[in-house]
């Protein structure tokens, strides 16, 4: 089974400040996924990455597979980012189409 | 669709009673999951489908729920004799294929009394 561990619960920034969340896995892995869940309840896809760095806009996602960890980078931050941040990645042994999702983050954005 | 679309959005149901829940996923993708997500708590795998076989049903939490596609476009996820327990906001996704970018819908809301 693979673990997934999100760090941390629940942050709160200014307008402005430069957010990081953080990811670990307990196990290899093919892709990781970052999402977006919104206070209203909707879930969009931020990324999807096996190895490096990805950027779109002013959020950038890493991960490190020797170190099972990834990140999620949030430059600028507004207060429109105020959602809850998911990392998700296939159970170990798993199929490709199955995830086990972390507790998420809590982020709110003040003005 | 330009989406994926799911149907009903919201559904109060007696305790005991089937329910039906309906996903029509984006046009051309191959791959459609089913989640869910009980107030307050993280997303859970249901099952996903390539195609209108279901390779993996491991999350499927006992042989009251039930899933089906076919002709490779609508999912129908089927809760027999509901507990309150199943109360949850279910969600589906589809993607182009297993290992692309995933699309959800707005979700279900089930609530059971």
């Known amino acids: 089974k693979n673990e997934v561990e999100q760090s941390p619960q629940n942050l709160t920034a200014q307008e402005g400040e430069f957010i990081t969340i953080n990811c670990s896995y307990s196990v290899g892995i093919s892709a990781l996924h970052w999402l977006q869940q919104h206070p209203g309840g909707g879930i969009v896809s931020l990324f999807m990455?096996?190895?490096g760095k990805k950027k779109h806009g002013r959020l950038i996602a890493t991960i490190n597979i020797q170190e099972k960890h990834s990140s999620l980078h949030i430059t600028a931050s507004h207060p429109r980012d105020s959602a809850v941040y998911i990392c998700?990645?296939?159970?170990?042994?798993?199929?490709?189409?199955?995830?086990?999702f972390g507790k998420g983050t809590k982020l709110s954005v003040k003005p | 669709g330009a989406g994926v679309s799911q149907s009903p959005s919201n559904k109060v149901t007696e305790k005991g009673k089937d329910v039906e829940l309906r996903c029509d996923p984006i046009?051309?993708?191959?791959?459609l999951y089913w989640y869910r997500q009980r107030l307050g708590q993280g997303l859970e795998f249901l099952i996903y489908?390539?195609?209108?076989?279901?390779?993996?049903k491991s999350g499927l939490p006992s042989d009251r729920f039930s899933a089906e596609r076919t002709g490779e476009s609508v999912s129908t996820l089927t809760i027999q004799r509901t507990q309150q327990e199943d109360s949850a906001v279910y969600l589906c996704?589809?993607?182009?294929?297993?290992?692309?970018?995933?699309?959800f819908g707005e979700g279900s809301w089930l609530t059971v009394v």
């Open positions: 990455l096996s190895s």
């Open positions: 996704a589809s993607s182009l294929g297993v290992g692309n970018t995933i699309y």
């Open positions: 998700a990645v296939p159970p170990y042994g798993g199929s490709q189409g199955n995830l086990i």
């Open positions: 489908f390539q195609g209108n076989s279901a390779p993996d």
């Open positions: 046009s051309g993708h191959t791959a």
